[in-house]
C-alpha cells in the first residue's frame, strides 16, 4: 500500500428518505450500516462525495 493520505468517514444518519442519488453516493463510499467506518484515498473525487452526503457523514 502506497502512502497516500486517507480519509475516514463514518455513517452517522439513515439514508432512508433521502434522494436515491446520495443514497448510491453512501454505497460507493463503502458504508452500509449506521456508524459504519470507512477508510478510503483522499481524492478530490472522494472529497466530493463526502460534501455531496455531508449531513449523513461525519470525517474521523
Given at each position: 500500500?502506497?502512502?497516500?493520505p486517507?480519509?475516514k468517514?463514518q455513517?452517522?444518519?439513515?439514508?432512508?428518505?433521502?434522494?436515491?442519488?446520495?443514497?448510491?453516493?453512501?454505497?460507493?463510499?463503502g458504508?452500509?450500516k449506521?456508524?459504519?467506518?470507512?477508510?478510503l484515498?483522499?481524492?478530490?473525487?472522494v472529497?466530493g462525495?463526502?460534501n455531496?452526503?455531508?449531513?449523513?457523514?461525519?470525517?474521523?
Amino acid at each position: 500500500m502506497s502512502n497516500t493520505p486517507r480519509v475516514k468517514v463514518q455513517l452517522v444518519r439513515s439514508p432512508i428518505g433521502c434522494k436515491e442519488s446520495h443514497r448510491a453516493t453512501v454505497r460507493g463510499l463503502g458504508l452500509r450500516k449506521i456508524n459504519s467506518i470507512s477508510e478510503l484515498e483522499d481524492t478530490p473525487a472522494v472529497r466530493g462525495m463526502i460534501n455531496k452526503i455531508s449531513y449523513l457523514v461525519k470525517v474521523l
